[in-house]
């Protein structure tokens, strides 16, 4: 894995740093990155016998989710994506049938525009969530935006876990975790899918 910022660094340190190290990289670089973490996840049984697939809506320079959402919707996948209750400080996933079902939210982030139904922690059961974050290391721990609202979904959450992550979103070394931390189960990278639980 990538060399890290040390585990010295705290959070808030370490959500700069690899902000500006997302930032720097060039376009062309994380478009071709994020077709091979594509690539990575359409090779992946778990990923592809999920009834539904939860996930993030990419925004900025994330990991791109939005081509992988209409690759889904062409192979007639069901598909989930967060909503965010600020006041409630807490997120949940609403099925959508369409990238033409979100508009600008949180942040500007794009989510349900006529959210319906929240899927309950039953109907989440042989699904899975792609997560994003800013770094992962090789336990699945990551350090994502600090609102924490996928660590309190997370916690609940009874599917498998899989980080999006470019290889120079990977750390070498482990990262500052506390008590509410939820590691993912698999990260998914350019080179294929790297297995945290079976190191």
Do not use: Q
Not at 29 to 55: E, H, P, Q, W
Not at 92 to 112: A, N, R
């Amino acid at each position: 894995m990538a060399s890290s910022y040390g585990t010295d660094a705290d959070k808030s340190s370490l959500r700069s740093n690899y902000l500006s190290v997302r930032a720097s990289l060039p376009a062309k670089n994380r478009a071709s990155s994020d077709a091979a973490i594509r690539k990575s996840l359409s090779g992946f049984d778990i990923f592809c016998d999920a009834r539904i697939v939860l996930t993030y809506v990419s925004f900025g320079p994330e990991v791109d989710t939005r081509a992988l959402i209409a690759a889904l919707f062409e192979e007639g996948r069901r598909v989930a994506v967060p909503l965010v209750n600020r006041k409630a400080h807490k997120m949940g996933f609403h099925e959508i049938f369409s990238l033409d079902d979100l508009e600008p939210g949180t942040m500007g982030i794009l989510e349900p525009a006529n959210p319906g139904h929240e899927l309950t922690v039953p109907e989440l059961v042989r699904t899975v969530c792609l997560v994003p974050g800013l770094v992962f290391d090789g336990d699945g721990h990551r350090v994502g935006y600090g609102g924490g609202y996928y660590d309190r979904f997370l916690w609940f959450y009874p599917g498998d876990k899989i980080g999006l992550a470019r290889t120079t979103m990977l750390s070498s070394n482990p990262l500052p975790t506390d008590s509410l931390d939820v590691p993912v189960d698999y990260i998914a990278t350019e080179g294929g899918i790297w297995n945290r639980r079976g190191r």
